[in-house]
């Protein structure tokens, strides 16, 4: 049995989690497809998604169809939910990018589209909703080519398109219009069938055009577009064909060693972690004791299998490459852990902007501090993005943000399911700190006011942009314990977490220029002595010290997020919005005159996208379409917003050394 692991991707409503029913209906899967209206879908299975119609959480479900086990993968479309999208890129073999017959391309198809692109993911399209009133499956066909990619072609066409008798025609075999279209399409990628093409239009057969389809679109190369609706199923029977037969099902060796990566997180019945992962090699079992996430290891209490149908327990055979398997027993895995040896396919990649906003969370209840606390960072488990910020001086916690819509979300969890009502402060923007300069400092072993038995000196500068944090080594390697040198790179990459004015330092790198330790000595009597040895601990406490003060001497300069938009507005109403624009801070790059109505795009600081999106219905009598995305970071105009430090503050130098010190070393400051 091969295995096929298939995202359902698309703008939010273009009827993914419709689509997904409607396929383990059609596979024979389920009796009657739920609805999302009706809150009984297999995969917006929460309270929350059920109560609000949209999908919140990525969610599993598999069919096996023709000797292939399907699995499905439905995900959030709405763009506060980016974070679910971006952690299953990673385990799929292919995707289906949903478009609306109706409303046509839309942001986040275009965001998806460029993506699943970039990451040479094989790609379907299928047109939805072609039953509704207005569908338009030709207006999207060319839109598609034009805004999306012109590799594509579709492979039949739709009759009666916008009632409810809509209907998906395949063209049949042979179809001289349709040979046309896909020799054109095929040979740009394909010398061999142009030559054979040029020489003789009779080699052209059905046959070897469709050999060449499914070799293209397995490399990413061209994508077939099928339409139909998931609610009257109208082309869905052609959609399961098309997946099984022009995507790629998975390859792996079953008898490697074991490599995967966990995508998704959850808490059982009894609160137990469950971690769902895809197997790219080698095979699991129940009771197997895994290495997950770098050092951690566990042993695999419960395991079970997506094979046709809902995940089944994983027998003595165990799940093997390509399976998707939920897992029962890693008690502190986390989401991006890879299970065993990295698969070539690197887990944890940043394909989407990281969130630009923040808010602090209150309990409506003092008491119950301590519980939001606990339940944050079980919801921060399951989304890491969530990115949990604990200020223990003013006892406040902040989480970054996506959008208003996830506020919501999180504010409706942490009251439904943990009992704990709250209150967000305002929603602030996540700025970011660059390196201007070049900066160094250095502490010795044995020199005051160094109290750690340690040297550590480190340079910072300036590192490309888009490049992160870069941690290079400026003494040899053997001359210090790998221990410590790996103690040193991670305080600082946790320590720039915060630079000078509290934001993340991006885009850096840093040199340790001097390092130093005195060797584990022990008393006569054998007893390790920590007052005379260098620990982990002693590197872990200096390099803040030592990194703040090569940063300060570097200087920061802070920078703010910024949104590229694209607003589509009548253009009566031009004049009206464009001084509401400048405004905001926006700034128009260009505008151009379609039909009656004008299309503008440019630049909008990310803080101000909300109250955008606010304002523009009563602009624009409810007709204006924003569209904004996150583009790059440039230097804060006026006043430099500076966040609270929430550990300590470095450059408060001797004082947080000595406290440091003594509360840490337990060794009296020197
Ligand atoms: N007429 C018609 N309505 C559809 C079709 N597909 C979905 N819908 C409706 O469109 C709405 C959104 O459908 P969903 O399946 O929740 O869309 P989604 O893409 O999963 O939405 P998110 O997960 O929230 O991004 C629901 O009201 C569906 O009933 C279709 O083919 N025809
Ligand atoms: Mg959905």
């Known amino acids: 049995m091969k295995t096929l692991n298939l995202g359902i991707l698309a703008h939010v409503d273009a009827g993914k989690t419709s689509l997904t029913e409607r396929l383990l209906h059609c596979a024979g899967v389920i009796d009657e497809p739920g609805s999302v209206d009706a809150g009984n879908t297999r995969t917006d299975t929460l309270a929350l998604e059920r109560q609000r119609g949209i999908t919140i959480r990525s969610a599993v479900v598999s069919f096996a169809v023709a000797g292939t086990t399907v699995n499905l993968i439905d995900t959030p479309g709405h763009p506060d939910f980016i974070a679910e999208v971006e952690r299953v890129l990673g385990v799929l073999d292919g995707a289906v990018l949903v478009v609306s017959a109706v409303e046509g391309v839309q942001a986040q198809t275009r965001l998806l589209a460029r993506t699943l692109h970039r990451l040479g993911i094989p790609t379907l399209f299928f047109v939805n909703k072609v039953d509704r009133a207005g569908a338009d499956p030709d207006r999207v066909l060319r839109q598609l080519a034009d805004r999306l990619t012109p590799h594509v072609v579709a492979l039949g066409r739709v009759d009666a398109a916008g009632t409810p008798a809509a209907r998906w025609i395949p063209h049949p075999p042979g179809d001289p219009g349709h040979q046309a279209r896909l020799v054109d399409l095929l040979s740009a990628h394909d010398d061999a069938l142009l030559a054979a093409y040029v020489a003789d239009e009779r080699t052209a057969t059905p046959d070897r055009l469709r050999e060449a389809l499914v070799a293209q679109t397995a490399r990413a190369r061209v994508h077939p577009v099928l339409a139909g609706s998931a609610v009257t199923g109208a082309g869905v029977d052609e959609l399961i064909d098309a997946v099984t037969a022009l995507l790629p099902a998975t390859a792996g060796d079953d008898h490697a060693p074991l490599s995967g990566t966990v995508f998704k997180v959850e808490r059982g019945a009894a609160g137990e972690k469950v971690a769902y992962a895809r197997i790219f090699a080698g095979t699991l079992r129940v009771r197997d004791r895994i290495r997950h996430g770098g050092g951690r290891e566990s042993r695999v209490t419960a395991l079970a299998v997506f094979d046709g149908g809902d995940a089944t327990p994983g027998d ?165 314990p790998l221990a410590f040198l790996k103690a040193i790179e991670e305080t600082v990459r946790e320590t720039l977490g915060q630079g000078l004015h509290g934001w993340a330092v991006i885009d850096c790198v840093v040199t340790l220029t001097h390092g130093g330790y005195w060797a584990r000595q022990s008393h006569s009597h054998g007893v390790f002595d920590k007052s005379m040895s260098s620990t982990a601990g002693d590197f872990r406490h200096l390099t803040p010290l030592v990194l703040m003060t090569a940063l300060s001497r570097a200087g920061t300069r802070v920078h703010e997020p910024v949104h590229r938009f694209r607003l589509d507005l009548p253009a009566d109403v031009v004049g009206t919005v464009l001084p509401v624009l400048a405004g905001l801070g926006a700034a128009p790059r260009s505008s151009t005159l379609r039909g009656t109505s004008y299309l503008i795009e440019g630049e909008v600081p990310a803080g101000r996208v909300h109250a955008l999106e606010q304002r523009l219905p009563g602009l624009t009598r409810g007709e204006g379409a924003l569209e904004a995305e996150f583009d790059h970071h440039r230097p804060v105009r006026g006043p430099v917003p500076s966040r609270p430090r929430w550990d300590h503050d470095p450059l408060h130098r001797k004082e947080y050394l000595l406290a440091v010190a003594r509360r840490v070393t337990g060794r009296p400051a020197r």
């Not at 519980?371 to 406040?396: K, S, V, Y």
């Open 316 to 480: 003595a055979a165990g799940a093997g490459a390509g399976r998707i398997v939920r897992l029962h027993g890693l008690a502190d895995v986390r989401v991006g852990d890879v299970l065993g040896v990295p698969p070539e396919r690197p887990a944890g990649r940043r394909h989407f902007a990281p969130p630009t906003l923040e808010t602090v969370v209150e309990p409506v209840r003092p008491a119950d501090r301590p519980a939001l606390h606990a339940a944050l960072t079980q919801l921060a488990e399951q989304d890491p993005l969530i990115n949990l910020r604990q200020d223990d001086r003013r006892q406040e916690i902040a989480v970054s943000l996506y959008g208003e819509v996830q506020k919501e979300v999180i504010e409706a969890t942490l009251a439904d399911d943990y009992g704990v009502p709250v209150t967000f402060r305002e929603t602030t923007t996540v700025c970011v700190e660059r390196v201007v300069g070049v900066g160094a400092a250095v502490e010795w072993i044995g020199r005051d006011p160094n109290p750690f038995l340690g040297t550590v000196g480190l340079r910072v500068e300036p590192g490309p942009v888009g490049g992160g944090v870069e941690f290079r080594l400026g003494i040899e390697l053997g001359s210090m």
